[in-house]
C-alpha cells in the first residue's frame, strides 16, 4: 500500500502563495506518476498538474504558470508551489500516486488539505 499525507494548506489573501506537502510512504518503488488535484464543492476533482519518476510536468491549462509541481526523491516528497493564489483557487487539494503494477494501475488518495484564498 501507498500512503499520502497533504501538508502546507491554509488561508491566504489574494497575491499570496502557499507551498502543498505531500509525503509518500509504503510501497513506492512501483509509483509512476504523482500529482495534486483539486476539488470543489459538488464537483469531481480535478488534475491541477503531475509529475512522473523521470521528472516530466504536465498542468492544467488554466494554471497559466502559477503553480510549479516538483519532487524530492530522498525525501519522497511532492510539493505544490502556488503563486498569484486567486480567490477562485478555494478548493480542497488531494495528493495523488498511481502504482504501475504489470500493467495495472493502482490509485492512491490523501486525505485532502483545505486552501482558502480570500480577496
Known amino acids: 500500500q501507498v500512503q499520502l499525507v497533504e501538508s502546507g494548506g491554509g488561508l491566504v489573501q489574494a497575491g499570496g502563495s502557499l507551498r502543498l506537502s505531500c509525503a509518500v510512504s509504503?510501497?513506492?518503488?512501483?509509483?509512476?506518476?504523482m500529482g495534486w488535484y483539486r476539488q470543489f464543492p459538488g464537483k469531481q476533482r480535478e488534475l491541477v498538474a503531475s509529475?512522473?519518476?523521470?521528472?516530466?510536468?504536465n498542468y492544467a491549462d488554466w494554471l497559466k504558470g502559477r503553480f510549479t509541481i516538483s519532487r524530492d526523491n530522498a525525501k519522497n516528497t511532492v510539493y505544490l508551489q502556488m503563486n498569484s493564489l486567486k480567490p477562485e483557487d478555494t478548493a480542497v487539494y488531494y495528493c495523488?500516486?498511481?502504482?504501475?503494477?504489470?500493467?495495472?494501475?493502482?490509485?492512491?488518495w490523501g486525505q485532502g488539505t483545505q486552501v482558502t484564498v480570500s480577496s
Open positions: 509504503g510501497i513506492i518503488s512501483s509509483i509512476d506518476i
Open positions: 509529475i512522473t519518476t523521470t521528472g516530466s510536468t
Open positions: 495523488h500516486a498511481r502504482r504501475l503494477v504489470s500493467l495495472t494501475k493502482f490509485d492512491y
